[in-house]
């Protein structure tokens, strides 16, 4: 996957769309699976932004039930079918479980029920998957069981716990990358740092485009027949360019997620009450209470998510002490045996997610919105213009799929369109089990790539061992995965930081090997790197 803006303003387009998330990433797949000649731009790096805000839970929408909306549940478990077989490497089943109370609707005998209509709606769910990440059915447990699991939980009422199982995304940035990868392998093309600046209608009925390469600042034109915005909280961004703003400026909420070093709870995500009443609107059986999420991850735990209504500018989105601070008392007062401090917070995920309303201060009675939205523009004389309005990351194919179901009602992609296959060389492996074992399991298909990248190393092979990155990675990734900047490698290509930031020493040498390959200066280095450390801002780092 090659950045060449030059080639991209070259071709004449079927469809561009603006916006390297999660739900731009599926519909270019999506796109170029059924033919059309497509491009995705990012202004930034792809999935840098609130895709990169997230549990990692590919959910089934049991939650969903409450609302009694079993179509919003088959579409996310279609949906999240379709990332399990994509990224088969990227996956393992997850085992999540809730404590029941009483004999209401926080009760064992209603969660028996909701697990039963669960696995009935979701019957499918792993008819076409490996075995080793098809999903077992719900089931509750007795109260002695639920305290072994959660020690310390609150007793009072307790009856038992329900489990269930979702899907755990170990990486979900490389998720995306995953599908970017798989739509170019089918003639997409792809440009990051590439900002759609102006947008205007030729007279052969086709957009020209102004696309501005965020390092050289030059201005490349790309010619389109349509146009899909999905840019996230970005979204509006359009509305200007076009010069027709709308008349009722989005609400936005933000939601932050925080990662603690230490492992919580072993093998399941446990889901706890909060404290504070909650209402959720459009529940037609309401709980009254919002849930947190522990979820354990690479030894640590993730938990969220707590939200708060913003007006920020989400390209000056910024986490204060006192956010986390805050955060950190509401878990301890929801789970004391965590007993947990500011300082055992290694990272943060933010992002901003759309919201109708927020009826007083207070996270927990913000109202944010249910179901993702296609907008399309032809009532403002802009037509063949979309605009995506995504709420959630597990779903995105499914919008994908009813876009492009749109579409060809309007226009029929050109069946002499090249769909390649994977050009991957299997002829190579790294003799070391044990990094063959890495690769494959960071990068799926893409492994023996990156291991011709090896070919010729004689002895030291790794940037560090211990973080079990290797010099190969960095190459390949600059080559191959559009890799343009030190953030991009640590943060959105190998986690290497998204558990918590990599020693100094770690980025010296990343940076150094990025420069040489690069052509950066000494005080480019050093940018670089402050960069990626800032991005832990307000955190107390290890010294």
Same mark, same amino acid.
């Given at each position: ?21 999660a739900h731009g990433a599926a519909i270019a797949y ?66 999540? !479980? ?22 009935? !709606? ?59 990868? %798989? ?12 900002? %759609?600046?102006?947008?205007? =209608? ?42 027709? @703003?709308?008349?009722? @400026? ?95 917070? *290694? ?7 759309? =919201? ?9 009675? !913000? ?33 994908? *799929? ?6 060809? +009602? ?9 769909k390649k296959q994977p050009v991957l060389d299997n ?19 893409? %492994? %023996? ?15 560090? +061992? ?27 290509r190998t986690g290497l930081g998204t558990a918590e ?38 955190? !107390?780092? @290890?010294?």
């Amino acid at each position: 996957m090659k950045r060449d803006l030059k080639k991209l303003a070259s071709e004449t387009l079927d469809i561009l769309v603006i916006g390297g998330g999660a739900h731009g990433a599926a519909i270019a797949y999506h796109a170029a699976m059924a033919g059309y000649k497509i491009a995705i731009i990012d202004k930034k790096d792809f999935c840098s932004a609130t895709s990169a805000n997230s549990l990692k839970i590919l959910h089934g929408g049991l939650r969903y039930l409450q609302h009694l909306n079993i179509k919003r549940m088959r579409h996310s478990i279609m949906a999240r079918k379709e990332m399990m077989r994509l990224a088969p490497h990227l996956v393992l089943p997850l085992s999540c !479980i809730m404590p029941a109370y009483g004999h209401g609707l926080r009760g064992k005998k209603i969660m028996q029920a909701a697990l039963f209509l669960n696995d009935c !709606i979701s019957w499918d769910r792993n008819i076409g998957l490996p075995a080793d990440i098809q999903l077992p059915p719900g089931f509750t447990v007795s109260k002695q069981i639920c305290q072994e699991l959660i020690p310390g939980i609150k007793t009072e009422n307790l009856h038992g716990a329900s489990i269930w199982h979702d899907t755990l995304a170990v990486d979900t940035e490389r998720l995306i990358m995953t599908y970017l990868l %798989a739509a170019e392998r089918l003639g997409a093309l792809a440009a990051n740092y590439a900002e %759609a600046t102006g947008i205007n =209608m030729d007279g052969d009925g086709l957009y020209s485009v102004s696309i501005k390469d965020t390092f050289t600042q030059q201005v490349h034109i790309v010619k389109t027949k349509f146009i899909v915005n999905a840019a996230g909280p970005w979204i509006e961004n359009l509305s200007s360019v076009l010069k027709s @703003p709308d008349s009722t @400026p989005q609400k936005w909420a933000m939601a932050l997620n925080v990662i603690i070093r230490k492992r919580i709870f072993e093998k399941h995500a446990v889901a706890l009450e909060g404290n504070n009443t909650y209402e959720d609107k459009d529940a037609i059986i309401k709980r009254r209470k919002r849930l947190y999420f522990f979820v354990p991850w690479r030894g640590y735990t993730m938990i969220g998510t707590d939200y708060q209504a913003s007006t920020a500018n989400p390209d000056c989105l910024q986490i204060k002490r006192e956010d986390i601070q805050n955060m950190i008392e509401d878990i301890n007062t929801i789970y004391p045996p965590a007993q947990l401090s500011y300082e055992d917070v *290694s990272f943060y995920h933010a992002g901003l997610l759309p =919201m109708t309303q927020s009826r007083e201060a207070g996270s927990d009675n !913000i109202q944010l919105e249910k179901n993702s939205q296609i907008y399309e523009h032809d009532k403002k004389g802009f037509k063949g213009i979309f605009s995506i309005k995504g709420v959630k990351y597990t779903t995105a194919p499914h919008i994908a *799929s009813e876009l492009i179901h749109l579409l060809q +009602k309007r226009f029929s992609p050109a069946k002499t369109v090249e769909k390649k296959q994977p050009v991957l060389d299997n002829h190579w492996q790294p003799a070391n089990h044990e990094i063959s074992k890495l690769l494959k399991g960071k990068y799926g298909p893409q %492994a %023996a790539r990156v291991a011709h990248y090896m070919q010729g190393e004689q002895s030291d092979v790794w940037v560090d +061992k211990t973080a079990g990155f290797l010099k190969a990675e960095v190459d390949y990734l600059i080559q191959e995965e559009m890799a343009c900047t030190l953030s991009d490698i640590v943060l959105r290509r190998t986690g290497l930081g998204t558990a918590e930031c990599p020693s100094r020493k770690i980025l010296e040498k990343i940076a150094a090997m990025m420069a040489a390959i690069l052509d950066w200066n000494e005080e480019r280095k050093k940018k670089e790197i402050e960069d990626v450390i800032r991005r832990y801002s307000p955190l !107390i780092l @290890p010294v």
